[in-house]
């Protein structure tokens, strides 16, 4: 008799409802069956036992904090206590296990997360939960604080954030709190966070092609400064350090002060200190070809030039025949690769670049669904970001110029919404974060070339109309008058050329080559052509190929020839 209330399950209410049956069974055969909430309730089970101290066989000892917990769930996901409970060790027959070298708030964390599969990180307890599973071998966990921390890592905590990766062994967090280091090596010597940095980091510094500085000095400052900062205890490593500056790059001033830097005076190190400088001497006195052929170990540092030495070229936007594209890549001459970096946060085409101030700004352009943009875009290189410029151009615009005068911006005919060309000329002053309208061009232009000289703004060719003539005229600006003035025409109409300025003379790529050799006769002289056109090129970045990509660099030492194979 069922009790009062009770009833019968229907066959729909039994265990096995919506599970599709076997209608004819066939003897012998079966099949594995999984219940995908088994594990979930036996995890909620364990972790009310454990938070209720049901049921547990032992204790922990954590810095004089007691845990009660239950052996089989600690060996279970820990190697660490699965050898304590499980081999001859004491503290498999003792209730009561002390553990050493570990947080008791992190062995904390460590327990919730064995019992539940799951733990809060936050700012506070990210750094001793990972401390303490590193020491418990709890690896999953451990790889979860690692990713936690690496979108943390900011300049001011990367030198900490290095330490603790090479002590918990995390490559991804030593990676990136190295890279970050080597970024910001101006910052970090000028809030003297190096002076406390061991010698090892320091070394893999100094050494590194990808440490960015203004120059080689700042370098060798911080070295003498973090000698300085414990004489005795570093003066032996002064001599291994300095040969890893590269020194041939120093003024003869800068090397002179060596020998009467405080740090260096001492008997034992001046044999040392002399030879490197007889080495300096000598390495300086051969030529290129000479140098690159050297195989003394001691000088093959100096053969080196560190990446921000040898610039780098970046290819903005454009379209792959497909798509606008917001993405962006580099170009790293010291190592001869192409390498992504943050996209744009626009996708954009037929876009404007220049370089202000170090960093890189996108203007104008084309979007996805063809519309005529106003707003700009900045780069930062040391964050790998872009931002949104707050104030957008008085004329949105596409197959603009662009030119840097000082500390301003210039943008430069191009074509509008109405798709009209235009004359008109704007500037933004990085200082106000504003857009000024300056005097326009004596005729309208899009697909035009932009080059800075002396001081003053070129604009070079383009086109006024659509299937119109194309331009030879050339127009100059004066930032201090305000004014335009027309120079003398090139020999050869040019559209959607570029324009770059080598040693005072500006040049447009396209074959045959033009230049101007002296800005005060006006004259256009023509030179040896390309061996490859640059117009409507397919550059052979690591994305499909753009069409017009838009490139603003640091370009050091260009010369014309056959595109690498």
């Known amino acids: 008799m069922l009790p009062e209330g009770s009833r019968k399950r229907p066959r729909s209410e039994s265990p ?19 219940d995908p909430g088994y594990h979930v309730a036996r ?60 947080p008791a708030e992190g062995f904390r964390g460590v327990l919730v997360y064995l019992y539940s599969g799951e733990l809060a990180l936050t700012d506070a307890n990210a750094e001793p939960v990972l401390l303490a599973a590193d020491r418990c071998e709890v690896l999953g966990l451990v790889n979860l604080c690692c990713n936690y921390m690496l979108g943390r890592i900011s300049w001011p905590n990367c030198l900490h954030y290095w330490a603790l990766a090479d002590q918990v062994e995390c490559v991804s967090l030593r990676k990136k709190s190295r890279l970050i280091a080597l970024k910001f090596f101006e910052e ?28 080689e000095q700042v370098v060798l400052e911080a070295l003498l400064a973090w000698l300085a900062h414990d004489i005795p205890a570093r003066r032996h490593l002064a001599v291994n350090l300095l040969r890893l500056v590269r020194l041939p790059s120093l003024s003869e001033h800068a090397l002179g002060q060596l020998r009467w830097h405080p740090a260096l005076q001492d008997d034992a190190l001046a044999p040392a200190l002399k030879a490197l400088l007889d080495d300096l001497q000598s390495y300086k006195s051969l030529t290129e070809e000479e140098k690159r052929k050297v195989q003394d170990e001691k000088s093959q540092v100096w053969k080196k030039k560190r990446w921000c030495e040898c610039g780098w070229l970046y290819a903005v936007g454009g379209s792959d025949g497909q798509h606008h594209l917001d993405s962006v890549e580099r ?37 996805e669904r063809k519309q005529v943009m106003d707003n700009i875009e900045r780069y930062d290189s040391k964050e790998d970001r872009w931002e949104c410029v707050q104030h957008p151009m008085k004329t949105a615009r596409y197959f603009l110029a662009v030119g840097v005068l000082g500390a301003k911006l210039y943008i430069v005919g191009g074509v509008d919404k109405k798709n009209a060309s235009l004359a008109c000329a704007e500037c933004y002053d990085s200082v106000t974060g504003s857009w000024t309208q300056v005097a326009s061009m004596s005729q309208k232009r899009y697909g035009c070339g932009a080059g800075v000289l002396n001081g003053k703004l070129y604009v070079v060719g383009g086109t006024v109309e659509k299937n119109g003539d194309y331009l030879d005229s050339v127009e100059r600006y004066d930032p201090v008058n305000d004014s335009w003035e027309v120079v003398a025409p090139m020999s050869t109409s040019r559209y959607c050329c570029g324009v770059a300025v080598i040693n005072g003379q500006p040049r447009c790529p396209f074959s045959p080559v033009l230049c101007a050799p002296a800005v ?26 753009r069409a017009h990509p838009l490139a603003g660099a640091l370009l050091r030492k260009m010369a014309w020839g056959s595109p690498a194979r």
């Open 188 to 215: 970090l010597h000028s809030s003297q966070q190096l002076l406390s940095l061991d010698s090892t980091r320091l070394s893999q510094m100094i050494k590194s092609k990808k440490l960015r500085s203004t120059n």
């Open 520 to 545: 005060n006769l006006c004259l256009w002289s023509s030179l040896s052509p390309l061996v490859a056109l640059c117009v409507h090129t397919r550059a052979p970045c690591r994305t499909r190929s």
């Open 331 to 367: 170009y790293e001459a010291g190592e001869n690769v192409w390498r992504q970096v943050a996209p744009m946060r626009t996708a954009r085409r037929n876009c404007g670049v220049g370089v202000l101030n170090g960093q890189l700004y996108a203007v104008g352009g084309r979007n």
């Open 43 to 102: 995890t909620k089970v364990l972790t009310s036992l454990w938070e209720n101290g049901e049921l547990s066989d032992v204790q922990v000892v954590v810095e004089g904090q007691r845990f009660a917990a239950h052996r089989v769930v600690l060996a279970a996901g820990s190697p660490h206590f699965r050898a304590m409970f499980t081999r001859t060790f004491s503290e498999s027959r003792q209730s009561e296990v002390e553990l050493h070298e570990m």
């Open 16 to 34: 096995d409802a919506g599970v599709e049956q076997c209608s004819t069974p066939v003897p012998g055969s079966g099949e594995t069956v999984f």
